[in-house]
């Protein structure tokens, strides 16, 4: 298929391809410029301006693209849940636990969603079933994340010194980040899909709903010194703009264009982006067990989204069944 072919949206291989590369770039970059703005600013204050700055990127393509807003006011109710679990939650943890963990790690973590999606999708909201192979997935992802964690590293030094239990902290804080995102996907399928609410609209509303609720917390989240400098102001805009605004839309583009399955690789991209920026800008190193549990991470990511296919004895013995 040549890459210059056009769908019914509009929108060429060619464009969808630069835009997922441009997704996993500035989404991996994220992390970096999070942890550039919390040198001179809040956690809250981070929090605060990715969503407020991005709420008002959409709000301007919103009125460019005239795209209508919902009448409903039950699915007003149901994006307000979306805000604040897909949006309000997960960026206040992302940032608070930048501040004891490096940003590689973190955008590690991000990429555990895929795992806390199916579990959410399957335990709780119910709208899948998951195969043998997927459970198998789904455990490896797990074992993953613990082995990312590392807790041999913590238990012996907790009571002697402070830092090793706020790293812990840090790493919970993402894990919970990766949880809401998980949550907010599952319940989007659940009570948005199907509704006649567009991409563009759904975007907006997600991040314009957690941009209005930041502004109404400014007095508990936003408030305290600030020390800006040009790299920091830089940072701030490209995280609001680029990365909570622009992003969303592009991440839509490309999901009319490719399908949800291809989309949904940009999870490999974000953390290879993210790591590999938090080495060469910020001088961060990454713990043996930390790229070795992304890999089960990933590994286990394949087997839930039906990428790879596991030996058929194995997923038998995995589900107790002969």
């Not at 805000?83 to 590690?108: D, K, M, N, R, T």
């Not at 949880?179 to 563009?200: A, D, H, K």
């Not at 004895?313 to 002969?322: I, V, Y």
């Amino acid at each position: 298929m040549s890459t210059t072919h056009r769908t019914a949206e509009g929108t060429t291989n060619l464009s969808a391809g630069i835009q997922f590369a441009a997704m996993g770039i500035v989404w991996g970059a994220s992390f970096l410029f999070m942890k550039v703005a919390l040198e001179g600013t809040s956690f809250g204050q981070v929090a605060w301006s990715r969503l407020v700055l991005g709420g008002l990127a959409l709000g301007i393509v919103m009125f460019i693209t005239r795209s209508s807003l919902p009448r409903s006011p039950k699915v007003w109710a149901h994006f307000v849940v979306v805000a604040i679990s897909g949006s309000v939650l997960p960026y206040l943890l992302f940032a608070w636990a930048e501040q004891y963990v490096s940003s590689g790690l973190a955008s590690i973590y991000n990429a555990v969603t895929p795992i806390t999606t199916a579990i959410m999708a399957t335990l709780v909201f119910r709208v899948e079933k998951l195969s043998r192979a997927q459970v198998v997935g789904v455990a490896v992802g797990i074992v993953g994340v613990i082995v990312i964690i590392g807790p041999w590293r913590f238990v012996p030094t907790a009571a002697a010194t402070g830092s090793p239990v706020t790293e812990l902290a840090g790493q919970l804080a993402c894990l919970g980040s990766a949880v809401c995102y998980g949550f907010t996907f599952s319940y989007l399928r659940r009570f948005i899909t199907g509704r006649g609410v567009s991409g563009v609209t759904t975007a907006f509303l997600q991040i314009g709903l957690g941009g209005a609720i930041m502004l109404l917390l400014t007095p508990v989240v936003a408030i305290g010194a600030v020390q800006l400098t040009p790299a920091i102001v830089a940072s701030l805009l490209v995280l609001g703009i680029m990365g909570t605004g622009f992003a969303y839309l592009w991440n839509i583009n490309v999901l009319l264009t490719w399908g949800p399955t291809v989309t949904s690789t940009v999870t490999y991209l974000t953390p290879i982006v993210g790591v590999a920026l938090g080495i060469l800008v910020l001088g961060e190193t990454l713990s043996w067990n930390e790229p070795l549990g992304a890999v089960l991470v990933f590994l286990g990511i394949l087997l839930a989204q039906r990428r790879l296919r596991w030996p058929r004895r194995l997923t038998d013995r995995a589900t107790g069944t002969a």
